[in-house]
């Protein structure tokens, strides 16, 4: 599967913004979905995960309570609503397919990345 994130931008903290990545291919609903962050000089973090049908999601502590994971199978796109930013959460925001998941967890591996969209949030 091909995955195209999107929805990224600037916004000051407190603000929300809304990820989307759009997958091509017949077979969306054969895997999970999940967003990562990768701050500079840090590694890829998983921040939210969903279910292959959207039962059960996943989510980083840090994000718990202001980040909403959801899916559409219709139309092939997985969402990142992100609410009450912080600087903090200053990074590029990947998408990435996996047939691997567990709900405590989120993706056990990844089989397919999308390119990163940034955001950025101004104190």
């Known amino acids: 599967v091909q995955l195209q994130a999107s929805g990224g931008g600037l916004v000051q903290a407190g603000g929300s913004l809304r990820l989307s990545c759009a997958v091509s291919g017949r077979t969306f609903s054969s895997y999970a979905m999940g967003w990562f962050h990768q701050a500079p000089g840090m590694g890829r973090v998983l921040v939210a995960a969903?279910?292959?049908?959207?039962?059960?999601?996943y989510y980083a502590d840090s994000v718990k309570g202001r980040f909403t994971i959801s899916r559409d199978n219709a139309k092939n796109t997985v969402y990142l609503q992100m609410n009450s930013l912080k600087p903090e959460d200053t990074a590029v925001y990947y998408c990435a397919a996996s047939r691997l998941y567990r709900a405590n967890v989120g993706l056990l591996s990844i089989d397919s990345w999308g390119q990163g969209t940034q955001v950025t949030v101004s104190s």
């Open positions: 969903i279910s292959w049908h959207g039962d059960t999601t």
